[in-house]
């Protein structure tokens, strides 16, 4: 822990709900839509985490789902995903945009702007396997328990989430999230990148955010 001499100066945080030890976990979506997700997924080439995104057949004026993942880039590894059911669209640099159905595939390379979501007119939920190198299992479970929970907790009270607590998250998952600097991918990445090491740096030393609370992730449960 750091000494955090500017922790007078961190938003409120919510009340954070134990879930350590569920798996799989179930959270109220935006509009109290279903969102789940599961971890250790048995496979022998790495490690799997299952997300599953409600129906978007709502109102246009809904806003869509907090738990859709915003642009970002992964720094150490590739990421694959699997479509288990419902259809998706892969969002790529440059507009480009892959519709999956079940039993389809991609792999986003490393230090690749992506983002992805449930498809207006899928008429099943979107569940979406992640796989990850082996090397990496415990810091993606660690973030994503942390980055989901605390997004439902902040739902649950009324909360707006700290960018300051997201880019805490971020730099220990080595995962920056796209400031969205259209006219050059390199560019964008490298200012994201910059600016998730500086916020985070200031958020954990200064003001006391943590990478991970015991309440969403025990470490001690955990090989090591």
């Avoid at 899928?122 to 980055?147: D, G, Q």
């Avoid at 605390?150 to 009324?158: R, T």
């Avoid at 971020?170 to 969205?180: A, K």
């Amino acid at each position: 822990m750091f000494p955090a001499p500017l922790s007078f100066l961190r938003g409120r945080s919510p009340p954070r709900t134990h879930t350590a030890h569920e798996n799989p976990i179930s959270l109220p979506d935006t509009h109290d839509r279903p969102f789940s997700f599961e971890f250790d997924i048995p496979t022998k080439s790495g490690t799997m985490i299952r997300q599953t995104f409600a129906l978007n057949n709502v109102d246009s004026s809904i806003e869509p789902s907090h738990y859709v993942p915003p642009p970002h880039y992964h720094l150490l590894q590739d990421e694959h995903f699997t479509v288990l059911s419902g259809s998706g669209v892969w969002h790529l640099w440059g507009g480009k945009s892959i519709y999956l159905k079940p039993g389809d595939q991609i792999t986003v390379p490393r230090m690749k702007w992506h983002t992805f979501n449930i498809t207006p007119d899928s008429t099943e939920p979107l569940a979406v396997i992640y796989r990850y190198e082996k090397t990496y299992k415990e810091m993606e479970e660690r973030f994503f328990r942390n980055v989901l929970m605390y997004f439902g907790d902040c739902q649950k009270h009324g909360i707006k989430p700290s960018v300051i607590q997201l880019m805490v998250f971020s730099m220990h998952n080595w995962m920056p999230v796209s400031l969205g600097i259209g006219f050059s991918e390199k560019l964008d990445l490298a200012v994201s990148l910059i600016f998730m090491v500086v916020t985070g740096l200031v958020g954990e030393w200064l003001l006391g955010y943590r990478a991970s609370y015991e309440e969403y992730y025990d470490d001690r449960t955990k090989e090591m």
